[in-house]
């Protein structure tokens, strides 16, 4: 079962300006983080219980080569996607602003 891919606007908002951060610091570099993620957002797509829970009814995936998380939840024939997060910023104020 190939499932549908939804990005919450707060996850697009941190991929859009994560992409543009790494842009900034070398041509080339937001496309290569950029790649990556949609590389994941794919495997999403066809195996998304694969990935270990996180909190709750939350999993997440851990980018290879960038400092990020990408934070989704499962739903009938959906993969939502909550947070594309930086590893960095302390886990625990994930969800805040929600």
């Known amino acids: 079962m190939k499932y549908r891919l939804e990005v919450r606007d707060e996850a697009?908002?941190?991929?859009?300006?994560s992409y543009l951060w790494?842009?900034?610091q070398r041509e080339g570099l937001g496309?290569?983080?950029h790649d990556e993620v949609q590389q994941y957002f794919d495997a999403l797509r066809q195996h998304p219980a694969g990935?270990?829970?996180w909190r709750g009814p939350?999993?997440?995936i851990n980018l290879k080569r960038f400092p990020y998380?990408?934070?989704?939840?499962?739903?009938?024939?959906?993969?939502?996607i909550y947070s594309v997060f930086?590893?960095?910023?302390?886990?625990?104020?994930?969800?805040?602003?929600?």
């Not at 697009?12 to 300006?17: D, G, Q, R, Y």
């Not at 930086?86 to 929600?98: D, I, L």
Request: hydrophobic letters at 35%; glycine letters at 4%.
């Open 69 to 80: 998380v990408i934070v989704f939840r499962i739903m009938k024939d959906a993969v939502i």
């Open 31 to 33: 496309e290569e983080f």
């Open 12 to 17: 697009s908002t941190e991929f859009i300006e």
């Open 22 to 24: 790494y842009e900034g």
């Open 51 to 53: 990935f270990p829970k």
């Open 86 to 98: 930086h590893s960095k910023r302390n886990p625990s104020r994930w969800g805040e602003r929600r």
């Open 58 to 60: 939350f999993k997440k």
